[in-house]
């Protein structure tokens, strides 16, 4: 984008400053402009004559969480790029509706994610280093290159690793949050998902049992507009997503996922409904995915510019910024030191990470079966054999 500084260790992975102003209501591409927000594109307070309620402190974190984002999304392009790692799902454009929810969450909460949610791992402690271990498919990285990369894990946060399947994750949500129910565990897990996700039989099942059961999960569906290369009109003839909520007995809330405040404010109240018995939401933030579906798409052979400058003007931390800016809680000298303490981190972070050392051989067998059956005994034996005087390939983690 023009017209923005250039930012000392990574330019090419700078949030946008300034550039073309943002249109003053902010329609939908479906749906109409129905939702509910608190900041306006110029980031003004919308939500009253009181003010913010919202500390200062607690203003900054959400800006460092949606910067750390952005960033880590250009240096992980610039390493699948290079062929450091195979593949990366990113998340520009998604900043608000990620650190929104992720923020309306306690840590004893459980989190079922889709493939947007790294930041949601990141805000609940997962350290860089292991993010970047697991897209290189390392042994210091729990799932020791087994998994796609970008499919993280964090026990610690009760971050469940993400499913390639879509939809599935939203079940697993359920049934955790079931789980709670039996134990009275006063928990809440909220379960991510995209827009294509909501074609799936299993966000109907998840979203019915829910439902029925009152389980404290929190349905968030961070609605970007596409699936792969398919426009959310052509996914549902239904007016919005949130919409669907009515035919499962549970409130169907539409945000403007590009307003962290509203987000956080509208994740906030779902899960406390949820934590006090009040049962399930389905919350649709309505924002776009504005670079690829992953590092192996190409969108501009499906879609048309105009609509990704369109979402470029509404880009939410440029939101958050004018926001902090009108509150004199940020400057471009702030903010300057708060992104080279982000580059920092996230530069020691691929350092960490990338200097771990790949999986050993038997990691292929193990994991799986408490006891290896007697074929899977035999084929590691046969495995360690061969490979007892010979090199692995490098790399043999991916
Ligand atoms: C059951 C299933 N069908 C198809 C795919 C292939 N696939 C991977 S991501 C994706 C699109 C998902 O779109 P959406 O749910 O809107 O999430 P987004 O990628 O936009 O965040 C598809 C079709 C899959 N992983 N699982």
Redesign the pocket.
């Known amino acids: 984008m023009s017209g923005r500084p250039k930012h000392k260790s990574a330019p090419e992975t700078a949030a946008p400053r300034g550039g073309a102003p943002p249109p003053a209501t902010i329609p939908s591409t479906h749906g109409g402009d129905d939702l509910i927000r608190l900041l306006s594109p110029e980031g003004v307070w919308l939500g009253g004559s009181g003010g913010s309620p919202f500390p200062p402190s607690r203003l900054i974190e959400l800006f460092r969480g949606m910067l750390r984002i952005r960033l880590l999304d250009g240096r992980m392009l610039n390493l699948q790029r290079q062929g450091r790692i195979g593949f990366f799902?990113q998340?520009t454009g998604?900043e608000a509706a990620i650190v929104g929810s992720a923020a309306a969450l306690k840590p004893e909460d459980w989190v079922a994610p889709?493939?947007?949610e790294a930041g949601v791992a990141l805000w609940r402690g997962l350290p860089i280093e292991r993010l970047i271990a697991q897209c290189m498919g390392k042994g210091s990285e729990v799932s020791q290159g087994r998994q796609m990369p970008c499919h993280h894990s964090y026990r610690a946060a009760n971050f469940i690793s993400m499913s390639?399947?879509?939809?599935?994750q939203l079940l697993h949500g359920v049934g955790v949050a079931m789980a709670a129910q039996m134990k009275k565990d006063p928990i809440v897990c909220m379960a991510y998902?995209?827009?294509?996700?909501?074609?799936?039989p299993?966000f109907h099942s998840a979203l019915n049992l829910a439902g029925v059961r009152k389980a404290p999960v929190v349905f968030f569906c961070?609605?970007?507009?596409?699936?792969?290369s398919?426009p959310?009109a052509k996914?549902t003839a239904s007016r919005s997503i949130a919409v669907k909520a009515v035919a499962y007995g549970m409130p169907g809330v539409r945000v403007d996922g590009n307003d962290v405040l509203a987000v956080l404010a509208e994740a906030g109240k779902a899960v406390e409904r949820a934590r006090s018995g009040g049962g399930p939401t389905l919350i649709e933030a309505v924002t776009y995915?504005r670079l690829g579906?992953?590092s192996s798409d190409d969108p501009t052979r499906y879609r048309d510019a105009d609509e990704v400058k369109l979402w470029e003007a509404r880009d939410p931390i440029d939101r958050l910024r004018k926001h902090l800016l009108s509150l004199g809680l940020l400057n471009q000298s702030k903010e300057e030191a708060i992104e080279e303490e982000l580059q920092a981190q996230i530069s020691e972070g691929i350092r960490v990470g990338e200097a771990g050392k790949e999986p050993p051989l038997e990691s292929l067998f193990s994991d799986v079966f408490a006891e290896l059956t007697p074929q899977l005994r035999e084929q590691r034996d046969a495995t360690l054999a061969e490979f007892a005087h010979r090199e692995l390939p490098k790399g043999h983690g991916h």
Do not use: P
Not at 164 to 168: E, G, K, L, M, N
């Open positions: 799902g998340s998604q889709a493939l947007r390639s399947v879509i939809a599935t998902l995209g827009d294509g996700a909501t074609s799936e299993d961070q609605n970007n507009q596409w699936a792969i398919v959310f996914q995915r579906h992953s």
